[in-house]
């Protein structure tokens, strides 16, 4: 890698070819002719020797004794001061003599007036005050060549040093000379890049789809032959942490080709123009090495729909970039061997533009793994890992509905990590939970110190959501209670909620009803309320809006959804001040129904919110079992999980 950028870094070599080439040099001659423009000025103003006098303050430092020396060449004439004229001359100006050059020259020099009698008396002075005249042709231009060569052979030297140490890609600073060149990671061909399609787990889809990119690297006259094109790029849509950037690098590891990877962002910079150059030069660098692969992620960086009213011009870098990228995927052609993979989660936002045909025509979508595709991830992860063979794999894929194949990597880490620093042998199942624990809820934090009364406060608070959780039928089935403050929380109940692809009213209101039940069980209990309630009015909030101008799940604002998908909207309102104000308090009516309907659960249910906020304050952390304990079982069974889902603390 390092190599290769090396060669695109001087500034003149090789790259006369194209009409890229020339682009990219302008910023290296910017500077380089303002450094010269600058030192070839201070070359000329140092041409002068000393001061300048004129004649008459000649004839005075003559007549008081002051001049050892003089040279004349008939048009001027450099005069040499002894020491107190020196300080005379200083006095004079208020400054010292000014010294230039490598040697020291005169101390001042004048215009010989132009007439004869002029050169006849300075040579009388000479005589009379008993200094020496010299006729000596002053030589300028000599003067001004070692100054010249002096003066270029800085420049070159301090430029030849700044290209040396800052050039290198990894410098600091490299970037005010590669400021246009593209920040791509290359994985060359079998280094760095040695994923292949068994280190990404799951993903069967995708991997099918991804296969025929590699077979084509492999072998492109298969497809040529047959006069078929093989799609100029593919997009991987799904989110954060599902393996999109693996999939890439598995592809160009199978295919042996060499990778470039960057990310989105790494085009935009402050500067106009810096994003379109660099993928000028992503794409000539991948033409160099084609066939090759170039993975753009978080694409949405550039590839967001450009705007379409001009009011909004401020991103017009963005859109430059975006451009420069079309056009460059147009630019050629469809059998060159350069293959495009790009990732972004929101490909709802992308220019359509992008996703036209000829362009990434190809949609591949990369998506949360379900129970048996953790499992595999897991089986991946612990490769590496000496675990308790005892530990049912399968367990812990339960354990993790809703991780991604990032989380999942990250807990196989932690709980290495956790065991480490027990000292064990191997991990254990304990330290799996814990990891999941810690991962989902951030790190423990035993110090945190938490009055009495507030612990109380947060233990009933808790139980409020446990409660009416449990006593909901539509409500997500809760796990675990915790008091155990964790991150930024203080306490967690944690729901399995369903999976499901569509939600009913009375699942919405139910959970609202479970959220609003820790503010409601503060009411019950201490008749005052706190504001631990914070994020769960928060996320209440947002769900009743949701319900009313969202999902159409209002009757008076009825079978309407001002939602946007195409986001063009984001700054007007589609709906009217009266509207507006009806939601507003449909909104709140909702709220309040479901707080009203939590705190009379809690309230016929007193004795087992006391109950079990007295275990919880107990036992700081409380499972299924202890509620059914308290509560009874759960009327209704946990009916539509066929697989856990995504455990959700409510806080
Ligand atoms: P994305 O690009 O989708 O955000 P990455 O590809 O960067 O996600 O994934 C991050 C890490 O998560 C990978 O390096 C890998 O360790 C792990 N990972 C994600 N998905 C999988 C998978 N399907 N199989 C194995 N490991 C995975
Ligand atoms: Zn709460």
């Known amino acids: 890698m390092a190599e290769e950028q090396k060669d695109n870094k001087r500034p003149g070599s090789g790259q006369q070819g194209g009409g890229d080439g020339k682009k990219q040099m302008n910023f290296y001659w910017i500077y380089a002719l303002i450094a010269m423009v600058l030192i070839a000025m201070m070359v000329f103003n140092t041409s002068g020797d000393g001061k300048q006098i004129d004649y008459r303050e000649f004839k005075a430092y003559a ?25 005379a001359l200083s006095n004079n100006t208020g400054n010292q003599p000014v010294m230039t050059g490598l040697s020291r020259s005169s101390d001042c ?12 008396e300075i040579e009388t002075l000479g005589d009379k005050y008993g200094f020496e005249v010299e006729y000596k042709p002053i030589n300028e231009f000599g003067q001004n060549l070692l100054f010249w060569i ?44 040695a994923v292949t399609f068994n280190d990404v787990a799951g ?60 990310s989105g962002s790494d085009f935009v910079e402050m500067f106009v123009g810096v994003g379109a150059s660099r993928v000028r030069d992503l794409f000539r660098q991948a033409k160099e090495k084609a066939p090759s692969i170039i993975f753009i992620d978080e694409i949405d960086a550039i590839g967001r729909a450009r705007s379409k009213s001009i009011n909004f011009g401020s991103n017009d870098e963005r859109e430059n970039t975006l451009n420069q990228l079309l056009t460059e995927m147009d630019g050629f052609a469809t059998n060159s061997g350069i293959i495009i993979l790009a990732a972004t989660n929101r490909a709802d936002i992308l220019d359509k533009a992008l996703l036209r045909a000829g362009r990434f025509d190809r949609q591949i979508y990369v998506d949360m793994p379900d129970l048996n595709e953790r499992v595999q991830i897991f089986h991946v992860h612990l490769k590496n890992v000496k675990f308790d063979k005892s530990i049912d794999v399968e367990f812990l894929a339960r354990q993790t509905p809703g991780f991604s194949g990032a989380d999942i990597a990250n807990i196989c880490n932690e709980a290495a990590l956790i065991a480490a620093r027990k000292g064990g042998t191997n991990v254990g199942r304990q330290d ?41 039928e539509h409500a997500s089935p809760l796990v675990k209670v915790t008091i155990v403050p964790r991150g930024r929380s203080l306490g967690a109940a944690w729901y399995l909620p369903e999976e499901r692809q569509i939600t009913t009213t009375e699942q919405i209101f139910d959970e609202m009803c479970a959220a609003l039940g820790g503010r409601a069980a503060e009411e ?54 009266e509207t507006a ?9 909702i709220i309040e129904r479901a707080y009203d309907k939590a705190r009379e659960i809690l309230i016929s249910h007193k ?26 079982a759960r009327k209704w069974a946990d009916r539509h999980t066929p697989e856990l889902q995504p455990v959700i603390p409510n806080p």
């Open 63 to 87: 007549e008081n004794g002051y001049i050892k020396r003089l040279e004349y060449n008939g048009v001027k004439a450099n005069v040499f001061l002894d020491s107190s004229g020196r300080a």
């Open 109 to 120: 020099w004048f215009n010989v007036p132009p007439s004869e009698n002029k050169i006849d």
């Open 150 to 193: 002096v003066g270029f052979g800085l420049i070159i030297g301090v430029w030849v040093l700044i290209m040396r140490r800052l050039g290198g890609p990894s410098g600091p600073g490299g970037q005010i000379f590669s400021i246009g060149k593209s920040k791509a990671q290359l994985f060359e061909k079998g280094k760095g890049t």
């Open 203 to 262: 993903l069967e889809g995708a991997k099918q789809e991804v296969q025929e990119i590699v077979d084509f690297l492999k072998n492109p006259k298969k497809y040529t032959e047959l006069g078929a094109k093989i799609p100029k790029g593919a997009l991987l849509v799904g989110p954060p942490g599902t393996g999109k950037t693996l999939l890439a690098k598995a592809v160009a590891g199978e295919a042996q080709v060499p990778f470039f990877s960057l």
């Open 432 to 472: 799996f939970l814990d990891a999941v624990d810690r991962i989902i809820g951030g790190l423990e934090k035993k110090n945190k110190i938490i009055t009495a009364e507030e612990k109380s406060t947060i233990a009933y608070h808790e139980s409020g959501h446990a409660i009416v959780s449990w006593l909901l």
């Open 524 to 577: 019950v209990a201490f008749g005052k309320i706190s504001t631990g309630a914070l994020s769960d009015l928060e996320k209440v909030t947002k769900q009743a809006y949701a319900m009313v101008t969202v999902y159409g799940l209002n009757k008076k604002i009825g079978n309407r959804s001002y939602y946007d998908s195409s986001g063009e909207s984001q700054f007007t309102k589609p709906y009217s001040e």
């Open 581 to 589: 104000k009806v939601i507003d308090e449909e909104v709140s009516k």
């Open 607 to 632: 004795e087992k919110l006391d109950a079990l906020a007295k275990k919880l304050l107990d036992k700081e952390v409380i499972f299924k079992d202890d509620l059914e304990e308290i509560l009874g």
